[in-house]
C-alpha cells in the first residue's frame, strides 16, 4: 500500500459496543417486511424492471437507510412502502399486515417542502391529528409538543414562506410525527438544503429519532449521511435495482460528526464508494455480501 494512504480497519469488524447495538437490534419484533419485491413499468419504449425481487426485514426502532445511484429505484421502493403504488410482484408487510395502500402507521417526508403554504406552522402539524377526529385543543396542545421537540415552538405562528428550508422540514418531520406512525419514510428530506444546513438537520433527526418511538427508512444517495444516521444500509444497484448488499454500520452511537473521519467511518465509505461507482467490485461482491435479513 502506497505511504500516503490510510490503513482502515475492515468495515465488517465491529466493535463490542457495536456488536452489542446490532445484537440487540436483532432481538426486536420486525416493524416491516419486504419479501421478492419487484416494480416493472411498461411504456410505449418498453418495460423497466426499477425493483427487482428486493427482500429485507427492518425492525422496531432500527434506522435503516437505501442508497444506490440515480435511477436505481429508492423513490419506488419508498413509495410501494407507502402504499402509493403497487408492486409488480412480492409483498410488503408492515407489523403483521399486507400493505394495500397508504396508511396512519406510515408517515413521510420527501425532499420537497410540502407544507401547506396557507396554514400556519401550527395548523399544518395539527392537520394530520384534526382529520383523524382529534378536538382542535387537544390537536393544538399535541401539535405545540411536536414543534418543542423539533425546536421550532417559537414558530407556531409562523407561515412556511418564512421558515428556512432546514425550518420547513422540521416542520414536516413534526407534521409526519404527530400523527405517531410506526415508521417515518423519508426521501432525501435533506437534498434541497445547503451542506450546513444538512448536517445540523442530521444530528437534528437523530436526537428526535432518539426520543421518539419510531422505525426510520431513510433514502439518500449521500453515502456519509447514510453512514451518520443509519445501524443498517441497503445499498442498491440499478437496471435492475436490486440489494448488492447490507452493511451493518460500524460506527458508534451516540454518532458524532468527528467521526466522519475514524477509520470505521472511513472504511465503510470506501466499501459503498466501491459497492456503487466501481463496477469491478459487482463481480466480486458474492464472498462479502452479508444476509438481506438481520441473522
Ligand atoms: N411512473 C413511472 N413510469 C415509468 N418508469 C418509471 C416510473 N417511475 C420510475 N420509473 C423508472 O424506474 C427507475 C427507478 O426510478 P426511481 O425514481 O425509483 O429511482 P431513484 O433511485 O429514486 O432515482 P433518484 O436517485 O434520481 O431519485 C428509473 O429507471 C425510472 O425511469
Ligand atoms: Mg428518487
Redo the contacts with the bound molecule.
Sequence with gaps: MPNDQLELPSYLHHTDEVKRRLSEIRERPTVMSLSGIT?R???AEGS?T??DTIDFEVRSREFISVI??????????I?LVAGL?TPTAGEIWIDNQPVTGPGADRGMVFQGYTLFPWLSVKRNVMFGLRMKGISRSAAEKKALEWLDLVGLADFADHYPAQLSGGMKQRVAIARALANEPRILLM??PFGALDAQTRCSMQSHLLKIWEAVDVTILF?T?DLEEAIYLSDRIVV?G??P?RVMEIIEVPVARARHPDQFLSGHFLATKKRLESLIYDPETHSKRGSERMSPVAA
Design positions: 416494480r413499468f411498461e411504456s423497466v426499477a425493483l444506490g445511484p440515480s435511477g436505481c429505484g429508492k423513490s419506488t421502493l413509495r403504488d426521501d432525501e433514502i444517495h442498491l440499478a437496471h435495482g
